[in-house]
């Protein structure tokens, strides 16, 4: 009898669940790992390294790593093809699916790792876009990866490095979106935005649940807006003792 086609069976055991991030682990029939992803009329199955469709542009681990080679290659600078922003917003969806389902998943690193390749797409964007529009139409996206990638990295450096190093992990993540509102002129107030505004709740917790007040990083911001120089030098020295641990 021939193996049914449907997968009716998969969806039964797997309910969709509206509003949630519904992802999961499993192994493949050749004993790798896949990732899965419920969505409302099936399920989205991705690989857990490289493209998550698991497949090699021009042999390249990704189409940005294809693209960054034809760049290299050209001998005037590069404009990309109708084709090839085709074929770059495929990867943006790609990636920002494996990215969501990492963060519900708790698997902060790889979320990182994923929101640094969009990140580094958007910069190929900007550089060979053949149309600011097109340019645009990623862009406003920018600030959302960058707190999905701040978020992630926090909760990795809460679990390997502590709370004091969370909270300096977001303190370097908001002044990254506070350049991006800046180089666009957004009119609304950065501390307003909604973005901002969660990462300061989460930093918040953090300070209140593990008892955490002035990092050393922001003590020696303190103290050079103060000019208490002999301050700022003392922490100095203490932040290159820690960074050496």
């Not at 998969?10 to 999961?24: C, D, K, N, Q, V």
């Given at each position: ?87 770059v917003d495929r990867e ?10 990492w963060l519900a998943l ?140």
């Amino acid at each position: 009898m021939d193996e049914p086609q449907d997968i009716d069976g998969l969806l039964r055991h797997w309910p969709f669940e509206a509003g949630m991030i519904s992802a999961r682990l499993v192994p493949a029939q050749d004993g790798r790992e896949v990732l899965q992803m419920r969505i409302e009329m099936g399920i989205l199955q991705m690989e857990t390294s490289g493209r998550p469709d698991g497949e090699k542009p021009g042999g390249a681990g990704t189409y940005l790593d294809f693209l960054k080679a034809e760049a290299a290659r050209q001998p005037e600078p590069m404009r990309l093809t109708e084709e090839q922003t085709l074929q770059v917003d495929r990867e943006f969806y790609q990636f920002y699916h494996r990215r969501v389902c990492w963060l519900a998943l708790r698997e902060f690193a790889r979320a990182v790792a994923d929101a640094d390749h969009t990140l580094a797409l958007m910069d190929f964007v900007q550089e060979y876009s053949p149309a600011e529009e097109w340019v645009l139409s990623h862009e406003q996206y920018r600030p959302f990866v960058l707190f999905h990638r701040t978020q992630a990295a926090a909760l990795d450096c809460l679990e390997k490095a502590g709370a004091e190093v969370a909270i300096e992990e977001i303190n370097q993540g908001l002044e990254r979106m506070r350049r991006v509102f800046e180089e666009a002129q957004v009119e609304e107030p950065f501390e307003e935005d909604e973005l901002v505004v969660q990462l300061r709740r989460l930093q918040e917790w953090l300070r209140e649940h593990y008892d955490v007040g002035r990092t050393l990083s922001e003590q020696l911001a303190d103290a050079v807006a103060h000019e208490q120089y002999e301050v700022a030098a003392r922490l100095r020295d203490e932040i290159a003792k820690r960074s050496k641990r």
